[in-house]
């Protein structure tokens, strides 16, 4: 279980380009391509520097307007994808 | 000073050679690349990318084909070759026209596409789609009907100093299988076998060659399946999946470090050409889809 107060930043190896407004990642490391919806552009964008998970998710929720629930059930769960796919890096 | 008897303009790079290829448009320049015979290492030291055929290193790329040479390009600038013994001098070639060249390419930061290239007024458009989809098939059609033929296989695109999607003529023949060539009533003993196993021949294509490059407005992807001669238009993700999909030997591209630069290409370009997949039937006559290309070439 991720700790709310986990400091998250941008993996370096990580390229990203917009097509006709959708956005698309490249991890050089593994040579995959990530569609990313606005959701997670929004999140990489946050991260221009680093935060925290819980500034993430208190940005989020005032912008889209989100419950607890939400934040908790549907936006923590996309966070550690991104994080299991190293598009974000946890800071020790 | 190592003389070189044979200059080339072909994919956007001048090339100064040893070895003749009838296919590639002659002419002076500055050359960036030097193709010579010589010795060849066997290995590379640090390969980053290995395989039976073929290894790599951010620098330096070799391609072992016993039946014909091997090929070392020592920098992007040098392609060294060092042919087998009693080898064609055509299966020598070949490599250098298709691996050889799309490593270049990817080199020298083009995005190497899989693809025929036909000028239409006053640009371009390209033909895509995997081997035997039919590019050269109606390419020839195409050309019967007038339109000039700026690439056969590998086209080379980019993005010009007011960054629009260009492309740079290439090869000047199609190649052809017996069935193609003789479909449009032409006899396959009027034209060079490209090699002694395989029925394709090399057609030559006539081409004012005065063109540097030309603006290109759209990528069409044959599809040969369907029920319906029609077509499709692909956007966003999609459309770059399908350019990578038809970029030529994308396999290499991370073996030979240039990644970053690829991505950033292929993605801008997505952006800016019209893609579209064309469904063909098998049963489509072929006046029926030389006139139907025709009309989506010339009204995009």
């Known amino acids: ?92 | 000073m190592k003389h070189y008897p044979y200059n080339y303009f072909t994919n956007g790079l001048y090339i100064a050679s040893e070895i003749k290829f009838p296919e590639l448009l002659e002419k002076e320049g500055t050359p960036t690349v030097f193709i010579y015979y010589g010795n060849t290492p066997e290995n590379l030291e640090n390969p980053s990318f290995k395989r039976v055929f073929h290894q790599a290193n951010p620098d330096e790329y070799l391609l072992d084909i016993k039946h014909a040479a091997r090929y070392w390009l020592k920098n992007k600038n040098e392609v060294v070759v060092e042919p087998y013994e009693n080898v064609q001098e055509d299966a020598v070639r070949i490599y250098i026209l298709s691996s050889i060249m799309g490593v270049l390419l990817h080199k020298h930061e083009l995005l190497p596409l899989h693809s025929c290239c036909i000028k239409v007024k006053d640009y371009s458009v390209l033909i895509a789609g995997n081997s035997g989809a039919g590019k050269s098939t109606i390419s020839l059609g195409l050309y019967r009907k007038g339109y000039e033929i700026l690439n056969d296989d590998i086209s080379s695109v980019f993005l010009n100093d007011q960054n629009e999607p260009s492309v740079y003529p290439g090869y000047m023949h199609l190649k052809l299988w017996s069935e193609s060539l003789e479909k449009y009533g032409y006899e396959t003993t009027d034209f060079r076998q490209l090699r002694n196993e395989i029925e394709k021949y090399s057609f030559p294509i006539n081409r004012c060659n005065k063109i540097e490059h030309l603006p290109l407005k759209a990528v069409f992807i044959l599809n040969p399946a369907g029920n319906q001669l029609n077509y499709e238009s692909i956007v966003g993700l999609k459309a770059f999946e399908a350019l990578n999909k038809n970029t030529f030997r994308r396999n290499l591209v991370k073996g030979i470090g240039k990644e970053a630069s690829h991505f950033k290409l292929s993605t801008s370009l997505a952006s800016k050409i019209k893609v579209f997949q064309v469904n063909r039937p098998d049963i489509t006559k072929p006046k029926d889809f030389s006139d139907f290309m025709e009309n989506l070439i010339t009204t995009i």
């Open chain 1, 1 to 92: 279980m991720i700790e709310k107060n986990q400091i998250l930043y941008r993996n370096s190896e990580i390229l990203v380009n917009d097509i006709d407004g959708e956005t698309v990642m490249m991890s050089i490391e593994n040579g995959t391509y990530y569609g990313m919806n606005p959701t997670g552009n929004y999140i990489w964008n946050l991260l221009q520097e680093e935060k925290s998970i819980e500034d993430l998710l208190v940005k989020l929720a005032n912008t889209y307007n989100l419950s607890d629930d939400q934040c908790q059930n549907e936006v923590l769960p996309f966070i550690q994808t991104m994080i299991d796919e190293k598009i974000l890096l946890k800071k020790d």
